[in-house]
């Protein structure tokens, strides 16, 4: 009887401390949000509420889940009142959980919010592809009004093959990817769009052509134009200067830190500053290539940096006497780091006339003028390759 009456007490001690335990529980729980309200956009929108009367809530976050299956979380700190959420490629309606999250990570009660979308933003990008040829080469363009973080996906096909090619973007507006290296045949163009959250476009034909042929001008009977063959008022910048000299400007070696060649020139003069280069023939551009020094002793690289150019402008003639400016150029680092180095080792590359793709008029002598560097406190300047492509005499 004894045993037994220990056991009816020890069961309500148990009863009332999970009775307790539960209160607790609640008391602990922060408040939910108030006031939730949704303004959609494409692929998502922004969620809007008020805070409770609460000063344990850290932050605020939804949870919502995607067509595929994923789970998605977002979060806002105390000090916002809103929180955006994307990824739907669809009109649908679709639920929302929001809570209050206190600093011991208890979570509040839901606040049920149903929302629908204005729609994917794949699609519209996709429709606003347009294609056109360039020089051994085709121009993607595209808008992307939302900013969505898109991959496009570019299939090129030829008679015999089909080719992938794809570029990364987030920027908002007109964006564009140049399509290289591309010869004298037809090429026929599909794409589509894809988002980090495997949502897909449709696939588009954007059209075929034939790009436009040039090639690149040969070097070995470029000379600079000595200054008594140039007209009253232009003069060339220093021919050598240190360890740089003008020559090594179009000598085919590109300056890089394993051969440590000094294979670049300094201009020691100043900005503008104008070098007159005879290329030996007549010839017609349409686009080029220049390469950054990269190697300074103390530095790992010195690309885009101190007085490497970074605008500058080609000037062209016929007779040393009457010049027209076809292109001015400014080098414009790419904010990835990565892929800052691996454009400055390919090469920047410039068509002359951006906007409508066609050669320059014919020419001989070409003044290449420096206008500033990344370092302009520094009167110095250098560049290590120029490379010009375009049609010889021969093929106008």
């Not at 969620?47 to 976050?61: A, C, G, N, R």
């Amino acid at each position: 009887m004894k045993n037994y009456s220990i056991t009816i007490y020890m069961l309500l001690i148990l009863l009332v401390s999970c009775k307790q335990n539960e209160s607790d529980d609640l008391t602990l729980k922060p408040k939910p949000v108030l006031n939730a309200k949704f303004e959609p956009n494409m692929g998502g929108g922004i969620i809007s509420y008020d805070l409770p009367d609460d000063e344990s809530i850290h932050f605020v976050k939804a949870v919502y889940t995607l067509k595929a299956g994923q789970t998605i979380e977002r979060a806002s700190s105390y000090f916002s009142t809103s929180i955006e959420i994307d990824g739907y490629d669809d009109t649908s309606e679709h639920e929302v959980k929001l809570y209050s999250v206190n600093y011991d990570g208890i979570l509040s009660d839901p606040v049920l919010l149903k929302i629908k979308t204005l729609g994917s933003p794949l699609d519209d990008i996709v429709e606003s592809f347009n294609i056109t040829p360039y020089f051994s080469s085709a121009k993607l363009t595209w808008e992307n009004e939302a900013g969505a973080w898109v991959q496009i996906i570019i299939e090129i096909e030829t008679k015999d093959r089909t080719v992938i090619q794809t570029e990364y973007t987030m920027n908002t507006g007109n964006n564009e990817m140049v399509i290289k290296n591309l010869s004298a045949e037809n090429y026929h163009f599909k794409g589509y769009v894809k988002d980090k959250y495997g949502n897909e476009s449709k696939k588009v034909d954007i059209g075929s052509f034939i790009p436009y042929v040039d090639y690149k001008i040969d070097k070995s009977d470029w000379n600079y134009v000595p200054n008594h063959e140039l007209p009253e008022g232009r003069v060339n910048s220093d021919l050598i200067f240190q360890e740089g000299r003008l020559t090594k400007f179009w000598d085919d070696m590109i300056d890089d830190a394993l051969l440590n060649n000094l294979n670049f020139f300094v201009s020691a003069q100043g900005f503008p500053f104008s070098y007159y280069i005879d290329l030996g023939r007549m010839v017609k551009i349409s686009r080029f290539k220049v390469w950054q020094r990269e190697k300074v002793w103390s530095m790992p690289h010195y690309y885009y940096n101190g007085q490497n150019l970074k605008t500058f402008e080609l000037w062209i003639s016929k007779d040393k006497i009457n010049w027209e400016r076809v292109r001015r150029a400014t080098i414009i680092k790419p904010m990835s780091e990565t892929a800052a180095l691996e454009e400055a080792r390919e090469g920047h590359e410039f068509v002359i006339y951006p906007d409508d793709p066609k050669f320059s008029p014919e020419f001989r002598y070409l003044e290449f003028r420096g206008i500033e560097s990344f370092g302009m406190e520094d009167q110095y300047a250098c560049l290590s390759e120029i490379t010009l492509f375009g049609i010889e005499k021969k093929d106008f």
